[in-house]
Nanobody
Framework: QVQLVESGGGLVQPGGSLRLSCAAS????????MTWYRQAPGKERELVAA????????SYADSVKGRFTISRDNTKNTVYLQMNSLKPEDTAVYYC?????????WGQGTQVTVSS
């Protein structure tokens, strides 16, 4: 069955870095656009970064441009989110999303907490 499994979240100090991974299975990963979303407590889910099925087409929320980098490895069916210069306002649950036409899949999320 379809699975998206996020990992790499945790507690980090402001200014630190984390790399999130999302391992996909059960569908043709290379043909899907992949997106990272996040949701902070009391806030709506927001798009963080997206990557097309064929690199290098990427896009980012203004709040993370220059700090986050999305990438994918189609040989490993995995999408990554490198997060640098983390701020307390980056604290949220981060979700992986796969999309191709009407087919949309979500992961279970991974918690990222930025705090001193």
């Amino acid at each position: 069955q379809v699975q998206l499994v996020e990992s790499g979240g945790g507690l980090v100090q402001p200014g630190g870095s984390l790399r999130l991974s999302c391992a996909a299975s059960g569908f043709t990963f290379s043909s899907f656009a992949m997106t990272w979303y996040r949701q902070a407590p009391g806030k709506e889910r927001e798009l963080v970064a997206a990557i097309a099925s064929a690199e290098p087409n990427t896009s980012y929320a203004d709040s993370v441009k220059g700090r986050f980098t999305i990438s994918r490895d189609n040989t490993k069916n995995t999408v990554y989110l490198q997060m640098n210069s983390l701020k307390p306002e980056d604290t949220a649950v981060y979700y992986c999303n796969a999309r191709k036409q009407w087919r949309v899949y979500w992961g279970q999320g991974t918690q990222v907490t930025v705090s001193s």
